[in-house]
């Protein structure tokens, strides 16, 4: 990959080792370039979606306000205009990270974002972690024990966890460990004092777990630890499913190979084939999946949140749903949408560092 | 095209089923008896529930909000006192309904969108599949709220509920079941025997649908068990979300689970795990079918289980 050859790219007989590094930029530069569109088209969608049904004003207060006071607003905030100056109205304010203002409590999308953004980030960190533990040793004790009854008890498994429904199984824990054996709270991030606590801090970070941890007061990191319990399980369960038969396809690809082959003749054992031999290039995709992930990852976080009252941005949109609130709901999704697109990129970056047959 | 795929599957089932393993006869047998079951409950739905999904009183009066279990109401009552045995019944009706809409709308589009661009290639080929590629991660369940939202204002009726579900399901499955399509089409139409087809005077679009289109569906049953399942998370998802369909247009799982939140925390469990079960029963059903039919017409899946012999034709009919 020498640089010389990046730099001209219009020779024309390049040294094999120049085309595959130009390969690789241009592939990398096309794909981050696949972002914008990607986003436009969900946020468009969105965008024309919730105009159709009126402009976000007269669907949030329509009833409430006189004709006159209504069209002052209307006018006031410039929903009176085409549609199409409107649309690129937003689209360029998008573009330097302005997202409006709510229309129901009139505060900046960008605040509602940051604020229930950091809740919604740290219960898809616990859910991963949560996926990570119980999805690829699982995985690795499918595949040692292939075709055999741990096999068939973990496929079933696997199929559960995508066949019942992640609010499901948050009633079911619900149900079980909070109210039945009350083990553990049935909702919230923390416990109303912990809360106050927390947010009476001098410098916050929304994560509850950071700030607890900061606080170096252990009653507040392990009521907050105690409420992620059951969220983290049932969103984790949903994604811990699709890595157990990840990881369990993949060793049974890498458990045959000539090199896994030659270990067993060896006579190792075959637990330590799998630790030892067969795990490293088999976990190799499970981080690409992992990313793609995300998008379900998110859909899941909706339902999880709005099960355990987690105040996240996935019950803020539900919320803003409820209440049409337009500006805040195209500002959520689009947030979604960008946290999508790039988590895809940085996956396909990731595919191409790893395997050079991906690149165009 | 459905035809084509149920006329080719008995014969291979048969010989699959002889040589396969036991867990793969297990998940064939119980994904067959659960989706039976789902859709005899789908289809008798009226006969099979002892009351309507939307009645809330017989000739001995109202029926009571949160009744316990009891003879009158096998599984108890929910809060606005519906009989929740004859709503978890009723609901199959519904899934069904939500499974051939979004089958539908993803299929058709998906697969002649597939066609068409895989056979023709060229500019509007790579623009499709570029835009396949950026709807096909996004959730379809914040689509379909926003939807839901756009149809019917969040409160829906039958058909709002399935068409925001129907839609936001076809949204994230057309590129799909277009991906899928669109490889085997470009594969396909290097066969000699298309190219014999040309040679002949075989127009274009007799070529595509006649030999092309035959060839390149192999891959789509489990496709089609995957949306299943996926069209029935999301209307349930939608309904649980409190956007979905209102009780008295019809039976669903997932409004009837968003009902049951506040019984679980006064400990009431009939009301959540009926309908919840209804879900992961149906899921399950359309999920190991799918994965059986799967395995069964996979020669590479079947080998190493379980000391069966070699299925003695199992080079000849892989294509």
Known sequence: ????????????????????GYGLARYLVVRFLLIIPTVLILVSLVFFLMRLTGDPISTAFGDRLTPDQLHAKLHQAGYDRPLLTQYLDYLRSLATGDFGRTVTDNQPVTHVLATYGAATVELACYALLVALVVGVPLGMVAAAHRDRAPDAVLRLFAILTYATPVFFVGLLLKLVFAIGLGWLPSSGRASTNVQLFLQNQTSTTGVYLIDALRSGDTTAVTDVLRHAVLPAVALGLLVAGVLLRLVRTNLIGTLS????????????????????????????????????????LLGGAVLTETTFEWKGLGYELAHYLTARDFPAVQGIVALFAVVVAVTNFLVDVVAALIDPRVRY | MALVLVRRLPPRLRLRLRAGAGVQRAMLVTGLVLTALFLLAALLGPLLAPHGYAQLSDGGGLFGSQQHPSGAHPLGTTIAGYDVLSRTIWGARTALLIIVAALILSVVPGTLLGLVSGYLGGRPDRLLVGLADALYAFPPLLLAIVMSIVISGGRSGLAGGLGAAACSVAVSFVPQYFRVVRAEVIRVKAEPFVDAARVIGTGPWRIMTRHVLRNSVRTLPLIFTINASEAILTLAGLGFLGFGIEPNSAA?????????????????????????????LTVLGTTLLGESLTDLADPRLRRRSGGSAPDPDGGTDDD
């Open chain 1, 257 to 296: 190979t000539d090199y896994v082959d030659a270990a067993r003749s060896r006579g190792v054992a075959p637990l330590r084939l799998v630790t030892h031999h067969a795990a490293r290039p088999a976990l190799i995709p499970v981080v690409t999946v992992l990313g793609l992930q995300v998008a379900g």
């Open chain 2, 252 to 280: 669903e799982w997932g409004y009837d689970l968003n009902r049951a939140v506040a019984d679980v925390t006064s400990g009431i469990w009939w009301t959540a795990i009926p309908p919840g079960l209804g879900i992961v």
């Open chain 1, 1 to 20: 990959m020498s640089t010389s050859t990046q730099e001209t790219p219009g020779a024309v007989a390049a040294p094999a080792d120049g085309a595959a």
